[in-house]
């Protein structure tokens, strides 16, 4: 199995999947961008460059990722990808967020199914590179994902990612495995997972639910998402779950404290004003407080925190 970091956008910019890459990278096949999105005058604003420039991605393999509902714009931001010496793109078709799915993009381009079939017939007809998507069921019904299929399967994708919920589910309740497996007996194209595997006990379930449900056919890869934010060591936990059946880990707390810091260090480096840096690491945390089971009140100091020397104080009597 493979497994990939999911793109999240404000999150796994180049300052955490480097981060990531040194200090858990082992196991870590693709890193995917945040996505990027075509601009009229230029095909990328600074923070995106700054994303994908390839100094910022040595030594891993990145996958930039592209919002648009617009094959010529697609063609456009994919000449300069290659450019940048990118092979593969993923286009993004899971985005729920409102303004993007006002516009038809993302998750909102689902609802269009002739449109998206044109919009791949003419990406198809003028690409060089290797193109993927990201895509979730439908709009509000899973079952909108037969015709859904129907359509990607007339394309030789990379691969096709699925997060198996419905646009209006945005994040929330149970994610749509029936429909996944659907997907495993009727998709042309190689499979990614992607949703809601937070340990190595949601990946032994889905392994028995799914996988060995289908001799293990077509399923080649798991992205993950939250589940590294809140976990940067799942990766190789489940890699060795898979290589030597190990379910148990100790958490290591001196490794995690080197990516802490290299977190911070480089947001800080990269960004003016404590403020700034502040706001990441606190959004990080909502996530990573769970490799801190009891240490809630260490927790509201982090959020309280209005200075670096605050925030550090309460880290090291967290750590
Ligand atoms: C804060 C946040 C930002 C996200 N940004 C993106 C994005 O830029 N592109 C994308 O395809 N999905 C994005 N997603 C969706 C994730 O890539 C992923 O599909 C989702 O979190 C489900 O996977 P998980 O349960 O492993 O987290 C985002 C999700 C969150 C919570």
């Known amino acids: 199995m493979k497994f990939y970091l999911a793109p999240l956008e404000g999150i796994t910019g180049y300052i955490y999947r480097n981060a990531l890459h040194e200090y858990y990278g082992q196991g870590v096949d693709k890193y995917f961008t945040p996505f990027l999105t075509p601009h009229t005058k230029c095909s990328f604003n600074a923070k995106e460059l700054r994303d994908i420039t390839p100094e910022h991605n040595r030594g891993m393999y990145t996958v930039p990722q592209v919002l648009t509902n617009s094959a010529e714009d697609f063609l456009r931001i994919e000449k300069d990808l290659l450019a940048l010496g990118y092979e593969e793109i993923n286009i993004n078709l899971g985005c729920p967020s409102g303004t993007v799915a006002s516009k038809g993009r993302g998750a909102g381009f689902l609802a269009e199914t002739k449109k998206l079939d044109c919009f791949l017939e003419d990406i198809f007809a003028?690409?060089?590179?290797?193109?993927?998507?990201?895509?979730?069921?439908?709009?509000?019904?899973?079952?909108?994902?037969?015709?859904?299929?129907?359509?990607?399967?007339?394309?030789?994708?990379?691969?096709?990612?699925?997060?198996?919920?419905?646009?209006?589910?945005?994040?929330?309740?149970?994610?749509h495995w029936e429909i996944f497996d659907y997907a495993v007996k009727n998709s042309k194209n190689a499979l990614c997972y992607n949703g809601d595997i937070f340990s190595v006990a949601d990946y032994e379930r889905f392994q028995q639910e799914v996988i060995q449900n289908n001799d293990g056919h077509h399923v080649h890869a798991i992205m993950l998402g939250r589940g590294i934010l809140q976990n940067p060591a799942l990766i190789g936990q489940l890699a060795q779950y898979e290589h030597k059946g190990e379910k148990k880990f100790d958490f290591d707390k001196n490794q995690f404290k080197l990516f802490h810091d290299r977190l911070r260090n480089d947001y800080m480096t990269q960004m003016s004003g404590d403020m700034n840096v502040l706001f990441k690491m606190k959004e990080l945390w909502f996530y990573m407080i769970m490799l801190f089971p009891g240490q809630e009140k260490v927790l509201k100091k982090i959020k309280k925190a209005k200075k670096l020397a605050e925030y550090d104080a309460a880290i090291k009597e967290l750590m």
């Open 126 to 175: 003028g690409t060089n590179a290797k193109i993927s998507l990201k895509t979730r069921i439908g709009i509000d019904d899973p079952e909108d994902f037969y015709e859904l299929l129907d359509i990607y399967n007339k394309y030789p994708l990379e691969e096709l990612i699925i997060h198996p919920r419905v646009l209006k589910e945005y994040y929330k309740g149970k994610t």
